[in-house]
């Protein structure tokens, strides 16, 4: 289930679905910039004063933001509790556990 974040001016929707950030329903990012930290910055705040975070290329306010972290949190939580997601993080260890020992 998508969590509805914004609407853009040019009328796309951005969303968080599972641990991807869409707009118009194509992936934008996975994860957020801080302003503060963008080669851009200067440029950003020029256009969007209350810009705190970018998602590839739409910035976002501190609300913004905070929906879209709060809904990564939880689709990344749901993920690892997954018995898929389990099974190959054991899967991964035996791997790592055998090829330590020499076992190719």
Not at 4 to 18: I, P, Y
């Amino acid at each position: 289930m998508p969590t509805f974040v914004k609407l853009t001016q040019d009328g796309r929707k951005l969303e968080v679905t599972g641990l991807a950030i869409t707009l118009g329903g194509e992936l934008e990012s996975d994860s957020l910039i801080e302003v503060k930290d963008h080669p851009y910055r200067r440029a950003i705040w020029a256009v969007v004063p209350d810009a705190s975070h970018m998602a590839g290329r739409v910035p976002l306010t501190r609300e913004e933001a905070g929906i879209v972290i709060e809904a990564l949190k939880s689709a990344q939580t749901a993920l690892l509790a997954s018995a898929v997601a389990i099974h190959e993080r054991f899967r991964v260890a035996a791997m790592m556990k055998a090829r330590d020992q020499g076992i190719e």
